[in-house]
C-alpha cells in the first residue's frame, strides 16, 4: 500500500457509493455516474472490494478533472474518496 494516497483523518463525504462485490470495470462506471448527482467540491466515498480499483480511481481522476484524495482500508474492503472538480 505504499504507493497509494493514504486518505487525510477525519474526511467526511457528501455521498457514498456502495461498490463492495462488483469487479472491474463496475466500480469506475458507476463512481462516473455517482459524480453527475453531486456538485464541484463535493467529496465522493466509494465503498469497494475490488483491488483494480486502486489504480482505476486515482488513473480516471487524472484524465477527468478530479482530485482524488485517497484511500483508506477497512476489514475487508477500501473506502475511496474524489472530490469533483
Known amino acids: 500500500m505504499s504507493d497509494n494516497k493514504i486518505a487525510p483523518e477525519g474526511i467526511s463525504a457528501d455521498r457514498t457509493l456502495d461498490a463492495k462485490g462488483l469487479s472491474c470495470p463496475m466500480p469506475l462506471l458507476r463512481t462516473k455516474k455517482e459524480m453527475d448527482k453531486i456538485e464541484s467540491g463535493?467529496?465522493?466515498?466509494?465503498?469497494?472490494?475490488?483491488?483494480?480499483?486502486?489504480?482505476?480511481?486515482?488513473?480516471?481522476?487524472?484524465?477527468?478533472?478530479?482530485?482524488?484524495?485517497?484511500?483508506?482500508?477497512?476489514?475487508?474492503?477500501?473506502?475511496?474518496y474524489i472530490k469533483k472538480g
Open 42 to 80: 463535493q467529496v465522493l466515498e466509494i465503498l469497494g472490494t475490488d483491488p483494480g480499483s486502486r489504480n482505476d480511481l486515482p488513473g480516471w481522476c487524472d484524465r477527468s478533472g478530479h482530485e482524488y484524495l485517497g484511500e483508506a482500508e477497512d476489514s475487508g474492503f477500501f473506502h475511496f
